[in-house]
């Protein structure tokens, strides 16, 4: 009965051995496959940056989703003045001097397209038209900021759900 409880142990620590060391070369096969950026801080700047692009939306976005939802009987003015102050305060977001120069001159430059994005919006519900600028200019907006996250391996944020 000793010997069988015996190599029972020795069965379990040889199996649970074996898992141990199949799951620290799946830790590093993954590591491998990371780039070096996004284990770094230009990660988490990028996801910060993105972050407080989205706490402006949504801050000041419900006079303009409430206006475009009443199908032209809410509040024009109210919505106005929001998706430009939106923009206004888009352009106030600072990026951080530790951001490589490359990407930081991206992400200012997303940063002001998603601005002029948000003052097409307004020119659009000024003027009723059908929105093909507006359209435009988030697609814009969306392919520049999608590079300037991929260069360092991250998938592109899509801010659809945010603007609406």
Same mark, same amino acid.
């Given at each position: 009965?000793?010997?069988?409880?015996?190599?029972?142990?020795?069965?379990?620590?040889?199996?649970?051995?074996?898992?141990?060391?199949?799951?620290?070369?799946?830790?590093?096969?993954?590591?491998?496959?990371?780039?070096?950026?996004?284990?770094?801080?230009?990660?988490?700047?990028?996801?910060?940056?993105?972050?407080?692009?989205?706490?402006?939306?949504?801050?000041?976005? /419900?006079? =303009? %989703?409430?206006?475009?939802?009443?199908?032209?009987?809410?509040?024009? +003015? &109210?919505?106005? !003045?929001?998706?430009?102050?939106?923009?206004?305060?888009?352009?106030?977001?600072?990026?951080?001097?530790?951001?490589?120069?490359?990407?930081?001159?991206?992400?200012?430059?997303?940063?002001?397209?998603?601005?002029?994005?948000?003052?097409?919006?307004?020119?659009?519900?000024?003027?009723?038209?059908?929105? /093909?600028? =507006? %359209?435009?200019?988030?697609?814009?907006?969306?392919?520049?900021?999608? +590079? &300037?996250?991929? !260069?360092?391996?991250?998938?592109?944020?899509?801010?659809?759900?945010?603007?609406?």
């Amino acid at each position: 009965m000793k010997k069988w409880i015996f190599s029972m142990i020795l069965v379990l620590v040889i199996v649970l051995s074996a898992c141990t060391e199949e799951a620290n070369n799946v830790d590093t096969a993954d590591s491998e496959q990371v780039p070096a950026d996004q284990s770094g801080e230009t990660v988490t700047v990028l996801m910060n940056i993105q972050m407080e692009m989205i706490q402006t939306i949504r801050k000041h976005l /419900e006079p =303009v %989703t409430s206006y475009e939802m009443s199908a032209g009987e809410g509040d024009l +003015e &109210a919505a106005v !003045e929001a998706s430009n102050r939106i923009a206004n305060e888009l352009r106030g977001i600072e990026i951080p001097e530790n951001l490589d120069d490359d990407l930081s001159a991206d992400m200012k430059d997303s940063i002001e397209l998603l601005a002029l994005y948000f003052e097409e919006r307004a020119a659009a519900m000024s003027e009723g038209s059908d929105g /093909e600028e =507006v %359209t435009a200019a988030l697609d814009t907006f969306h392919q520049k900021i999608g +590079e &300037a996250f991929e !260069e360092v391996g991250l998938h592109a944020p899509n801010f659809e759900k945010d603007i609406y």
